[in-house]
């Protein structure tokens, strides 16, 4: 398997532009997690998917930020409209059912200009 | 929901010392404890990971202790390589989703 696979991996881009982050989860996994990462709050959990469907968006900062899974092999995460404290790297992570080990994909470095 | 502090955020040893890295967290539910290292550019892979019905556990040069009544968990390190250079997240599962502590950023100076 690839493992967890994320695009773009850099994404430069300018105050008030959409961006589309992509994740492919390992197959087979049926959980999917987002987590944005920064130097000042470390990995925060943003939201996840059980089985396509989302469970907890509790951790998404606001309206500007919604992410789907339209099927067991893609999620996809927007911003819309960016703004400069956006900037992080965004991982996406899955793992199986009744497993415990998180997998990480390489993530995406967003810079918001 | 879930806190997890994580202490310190840097830490600096050399070659061949040991390095301790301690996290805290707030639910008494949370009944699993990973630990992962996070190279640069790349996401953070699982090293070791405690579950609350064992104190410690080892992994060749890598320890984990978990303190249920104090709910306090740290990693312990021994003979420090410079390749062990990283960051090293902490982690709490009460339910479905990890959450992580801060990070600490580890450097081994040969």
């Known amino acids: 398997d690839a493992g967890v696979i994320q695009s773009p991996r850099h994404e430069v881009t300018e105050m008030g532009q959409e961006v589309t982050l992509r994740c492919k989860p390992i197959?087979?996994?049926?959980?999917l997690f987002w987590y944005r990462q920064t130097m000042m709050r470390g990995l925060e959990l943003l939201i996840y998917?059980?089985?396509?469907?989302?469970?907890?968006d509790s951790g998404m900062p606001e309206d500007r930020f919604s992410a789907k899974m339209p099927n067991a092999s893609f999620s996809n995460l927007k911003i819309q409209p960016s703004e400069p404290r956006d900037s992080a790297v965004y991982f996406c992570a899955s793992k199986g059912s009744g497993a415990n080990v998180l997998t990480f994909g390489a993530g995406s470095r967003l810079t918001v200009l | 929901g879930e806190n997890v502090e994580q202490h310190p955020s840097t830490l600096s040893v050399q070659e061949g010392d040991s390095a301790v890295i301690k996290c805290t967290y707030s639910d008494s539910a949370s009944n699993y404890f990973p630990w992962y290292k996070q190279e640069l550019g790349k996401g953070p892979q699982l090293i070791i990971d405690?579950?609350?019905?064992?104190g410690e556990k080892k992994d060749q040069r890598i320890a984990v202790t978990l303190n249920k009544t104090a709910k306090h968990f740290s990693l312990h390190i021994t003979e420090t390589q410079p390749e062990d250079s990283a960051v090293y997240f902490c982690a709490a599962q009460a339910g479905t989703a990890l959450i992580f502590g801060k990070g600490t950023t580890l450097s081994v100076s040969s």
């Open positions: 405690i579950r609350s019905n064992v």
């Open positions: 197959s087979g996994h049926d959980y």
């Open positions: 998917f059980n089985n396509n469907v989302p469970i907890d």
